[in-house]
């Protein structure tokens, strides 16, 4: 059974600022990495899938979900960070419910490691087993599909939960809280330090993967080395696009496709190879300053078929940069940009 997470974000509780403070666009989360290959996205369709990449935005009405070995890490426009791990599926619900109920996570069953930044007002999170109540706090929280107990690790700030018979208890860092079962509430101890170690032997991998991407203080080295892929690395990918600009070619004619129109179909790019490059970062997008992004993936080759299961886009003028990598993962000098027009490309895979 996938694990399932229903995910419910507001801007604000409506009453502490206006609903028209939130953005127009529906914009709420952005994708900051991926390890593994199998992160979708459903693009806001009904029974359509996409292959979701780094520097994606997130909007209302959107799911994402990885596979068994994959994990993701988004970023918050609330302010925050959270991991998806493995053989899990998230959705943000629709503008109304954001209005109406104001800051919310709903977990159905799965496992989110999330660090969110302190708001205006408290951010809940709803299980099967009760509500947790967050203020600027570090938290795992994980519930069996197949069972109604919930569980809540609590690393940094503090967590008020509310089961479902109306019983509350107030989490400092370092408790271990089980509950939503036939036996009430359960809470257990532990030292900071110690309740992160326990984590990071349960879940090696989604841990270490965390802890490399910034979302939680765990040491890279209590955990085993990080799983890299081609569409992921320790350097995040504005950092990557951030060092490119120093040494930029902008309106490269060697890249291909360049200053022309290209025919129906996912674009074909390709670019001169690199002395010393690794692997380059390669990013599609709908604007000359790469706020847009189309897609982006890394790779070994010096060229990119932009893939049939990656999201479709319409016609107009896009920008796409190659950026030179070195066995560290960052940016070699000369990097090249260039842009192309077409009349739009149309992809999709079913579940």
């Given at each position: 059974?996938?694990?399932?997470?229903?995910?419910?974000?507001?801007f604000?509780t409506?009453?502490?600022?206006?609903?028209?403070?939130?953005p127009?666009d529906g914009?709420?989360a952005?994708?900051l990495?991926?390890?593994g290959?199998?992160?979708?996205?459903?693009?806001?369709?009904d029974?359509?899938?996409?292959?979701a990449?780094?520097g994606?935005?997130?909007y209302?009405?959107?799911?994402?979900?990885?596979?068994?070995?994959?994990?993701?890490?988004l970023?918050?426009d609330i302010g925050?960070?959270?991991?998806?791990?493995?053989?899990?599926?998230?959705e943000?619900?629709?503008q109304r419910?954001i209005?109406?109920?104001?800051?919310k996570?709903?977990?159905?069953?799965?496992?989110?490691?999330?660090?969110i930044?302190?708001?205006k007002?408290r951010?809940?999170?709803q299980?099967s087993g009760?509500?947790i109540?967050?203020?600027?706090?570090?938290?795992?929280?994980s519930?069996?599909?197949?069972?109604?107990?919930?569980?809540?690790l609590l690393?940094?700030g503090?967590?008020?939960?509310?089961?479902?018979?109306?019983?509350?208890?107030t989490?400092?860092?370092?408790?271990?809280?089980?509950?939503?079962?036939?036996?009430?509430?359960?809470v257990l101890?532990?030292?900071?330090p110690?309740?992160?170690?326990?984590?990071?032997?349960?879940?090696?991998e989604?841990?270490?993967f965390?802890?490399a991407?910034?979302?939680t203080t765990?040491?890279?080295?209590?955990?085993?080395?990080v799983w890299?892929s081609?569409?992921?690395?320790v350097s995040?990918?504005d950092?990557?696009?951030?060092?490119?600009?120093?040494?930029?070619?902008?309106?490269?004619?060697s890249?291909?496709p360049?200053?022309t129109?290209?025919?129906?179909g996912?674009?074909?790019?390709s670019w001169?190879a690199t002395?010393?490059?690794?692997?380059?970062?390669?990013?599609?997008?709908?604007?000359g300053?790469?706020?847009?992004?189309?897609f982006s993936?890394?790779?070994?080759a010096?060229?990119?078929s932009v893939?049939d299961d990656?999201?479709?886009?319409?016609?107009?003028?896009?920008?796409?940069r190659?950026?030179?990598?070195?066995?560290?993962?960052?940016?070699?000098?000369?990097?090249?940009?260039?842009?192309?027009d077409?009349?739009?490309?149309?992809?999709a895979?079913?579940?």
């Amino acid at each position: 059974m996938r694990k399932v997470i229903l995910l419910t974000l507001a801007f604000a509780t409506l009453g502490f600022v206006p609903v028209q403070s939130q953005p127009s666009d529906g914009k709420v989360a952005r994708v900051l990495d991926i390890a593994g290959h199998s992160l979708f996205t459903n693009r806001r369709t009904d029974g359509r899938w996409f292959q979701a990449y780094v520097g994606m935005k997130s909007y209302i009405s959107e799911r994402l979900r990885t596979d068994e070995k994959t994990s993701a890490a988004l970023e918050f426009d609330i302010g925050g960070k959270a991991g998806i791990s493995p053989g899990t599926e998230v959705e943000i619900v629709s503008q109304r419910d954001i209005e109406v109920i104001g800051n919310k996570l709903v977990l159905k069953a799965g496992r989110v490691w999330a660090k969110i930044d302190k708001q205006k007002s408290r951010l809940q999170i709803q299980t099967s087993g009760g509500v947790i109540g967050i203020e600027g706090t570090e938290l795992l929280v994980s519930v069996d599909p197949d069972s109604p107990v919930s569980e809540l690790l609590l690393f940094e700030g503090q967590a008020t939960i509310t089961d479902n018979e109306g019983r509350k208890q107030t989490l400092l860092p370092g408790d271990y809280a089980v509950f939503g079962g036939a036996s009430g509430m359960c809470v257990l101890s532990y030292s900071s330090p110690g309740l992160r170690s326990l984590v990071v032997e349960r879940f090696p991998e989604f841990s270490s993967f965390l802890a490399a991407r910034g979302i939680t203080t765990i040491p890279n080295t209590t955990g085993p080395a990080v799983w890299r892929s081609h569409l992921s690395s320790v350097s995040s990918f504005d950092e990557i696009m951030a060092a490119s600009a120093s040494s930029l070619i902008k309106d490269d004619p060697s890249l291909s496709p360049s200053q022309t129109s290209l025919p129906d179909g996912p674009p074909q790019l390709s670019w001169p190879a690199t002395t010393g490059a690794v692997e380059y970062q390669v990013v599609l997008a709908a604007d000359g300053g790469f706020e847009e992004v189309v897609f982006s993936a890394r790779t070994q080759a010096s060229n990119l078929s932009v893939p049939d299961d990656a999201p479709g886009a319409p016609k107009g003028r896009y920008h796409f940069r190659v950026i030179p990598l070195d066995r560290e993962g960052k940016p070699l000098p000369g990097s090249r940009q260039t842009w192309f027009d077409s009349p739009g490309w149309d992809n999709a895979i079913t579940s």
